[in-house]
């Protein structure tokens, strides 16, 4: 069993930045692909980031790519998402996933454990 928590969003204007944080209780962290997905207001839910277990590929979606950064602290059981120059289409609630897959994935059923999500505002 792994538990997730985000923490770290919070209100930005559009240019901004932000680093959102995922804690994962559990031994079995680094044996998962950690994602982060995001759902808009009115939205559905969409990937934004994934990273694999111990080699640190990654993965990203379009609409992000150059501008966000995932990366991972085994030793601390962690995962995080850097975004940088934020636009106000980027207002979602962020949350972290883990995943058994044996490499990075988009696909949202492939993630076991989902983390409550932190909410991200981008003002223009």
């Known amino acids: 069993q792994v538990q997730l928590a985000e923490s770290g969003g919070g209100l930005v204007q559009a240019g901004g930045s932000l680093r959102l944080s995922c804690a994962a209780s559990?031994?079995?962290?680094?044996?998962?692909?950690m994602g982060w997905f995001r759902q808009g207001p009115g939205k559905e839910r969409e990937f934004v980031a994934a990273i694999s277990r111990s080699v640190g590929r990654t993965f990203y979606a379009g609409s992000v790519k150059g501008r966000f950064t995932i990366s991972r602290d085994n030793a601390k059981n962690t995962v995080y998402l850097q975004m940088n120059s934020l636009k106000p289409e980027d207002t979602a609630v962020y949350s972290c996933?883990?995943?058994?897959?044996?490499?990075?994935?988009?696909?949202?059923?492939?993630?076991?454990?989902w983390g409550q999500g932190t909410q991200v505002t981008v003002s223009s």
């Open positions: 559990g031994r079995t962290f680094s044996s998962n692909v």
């Open positions: 996933a883990a995943s058994p897959a044996v490499t990075v994935t988009a696909n949202p059923t492939l993630y076991t454990y």
